[in-house]
């Protein structure tokens, strides 16, 4: 089908709506194939060193998200603790059960020791993405649970999701969000950081470092400037 020049009139038979349901589609695909090759994406830079020094290790934050709500019957810490302070994790062990014990068995088993947050998203999607990079591709044996509703904003500040490859499998990687953005219900939701939120707020504005974004998706990508790693994770707050 030819599309008309800006202005120009639609062939006929093709409404302006079809048009636009047309270009809605495509774009939704071609999100779709960003977000796949982003997510397969393998980390080959050092991590950095635990002892590091950065301008975002002086950011904290003690309050929780204002709708967060929290009972004694379904709440589940796990804290980060990083080279910058600690993350504290809310696990949504009644929306995402499985997700929920599968993250706190690999914090248990020294499986995010170590891991850097190594990757900064700032277009489309602005989060921080982490993971232990012996473990990078590989797969959890969970279902995918508790994706969001397909609205606006759909992905809050503080939500941390897993990510999955092309065909919809939960890895072992996970995004902590810095900021609400909009994308297709995709990257199942498994916490809400209750502390330590500003962390990775200062952590984007220092923005990426040189030489190492990536436009060749749709999701603009790149190293943080201010390098950040897990030194250990364990239950509670």
């Known amino acids: 089908m030819r599309v008309?020049?800006?202005?120009?009139?639609?062939?006929r038979g093709v409404s302006r709506q079809q048009l636009t349901i047309a270009v809605a589609v495509v774009a939704t695909l071609a999100l779709f194939i960003g977000l796949g090759a982003w997510a397969l994406r393998v980390r080959t830079s050092p991590v950095p060193a635990t002892g590091a020094t950065t301008r975002a290790c002086s950011a904290t934050s003690t309050s929780?998200?204002?709708d967060t709500a929290t009972t004694a019957a379904d709440t589940t810490n796990l804290t980060l603790d990083t080279t910058c302070g600690p993350i504290v994790?809310?696990?949504?062990?009644?929306e995402a059960p499985t997700t929920s014990q599968a993250m706190m068995s690999l914090a248990s088993s020294?499986?995010?020791d170590g891991a850097p947050c190594y990757r900064l998203l700032t277009q489309v999607m602005y989060a921080l993405q982490c993971g232990n990079?012996?473990?990078?591709?590989?797969?959890?044996?969970?279902?995918?649970?508790?994706?969001?509703?397909?609205?606006?904003?759909?992905?809050?500040?503080?939500?941390?999701?897993?990510?999955?490859?092309?065909?919809?499998?939960?890895?072992?990687?996970?995004?902590i969000a810095y900021r609400d953005f909009s994308l297709p219900p995709?990257?199942?939701?498994?916490?809400?950081?209750?502390?330590?939120?500003?962390?990775?707020?200062?952590?984007?504005?220092?923005g990426v470092r040189p030489g190492t974004s990536n436009a060749d998706t749709s999701i603009?990508?790149?190293?943080?400037?201010?390098?950040?790693?897990i030194v250990s994770a364990r239950a509670g707050s």
Do not use: C, H, K, M
């Open 64 to 66: 929780p998200l204002s």
């Open 186 to 206: 995709r990257f199942p939701v498994w916490g809400e950081v209750t502390e330590g939120l500003a962390i990775v707020q200062a952590i984007a504005a220092a």
């Open 4 to 11: 008309p020049a800006d202005g120009a009139t639609p062939a």
């Open 220 to 229: 603009v990508a790149g190293e943080p400037l201010e390098p950040i790693s």
């Open 89 to 94: 994790i809310r696990l949504l062990t009644r």
């Open 110 to 112: 020294d499986g995010l």
């Open 133 to 175: 990079t012996s473990f990078d591709g590989n797969f959890l044996d969970v279902p995918v649970e508790n994706l969001p509703p397909d609205r606006p904003n759909n992905y809050r500040a503080g939500y941390v999701a897993l990510i999955t490859d092309s065909a919809g499998t939960p890895t072992d990687q996970f995004f």
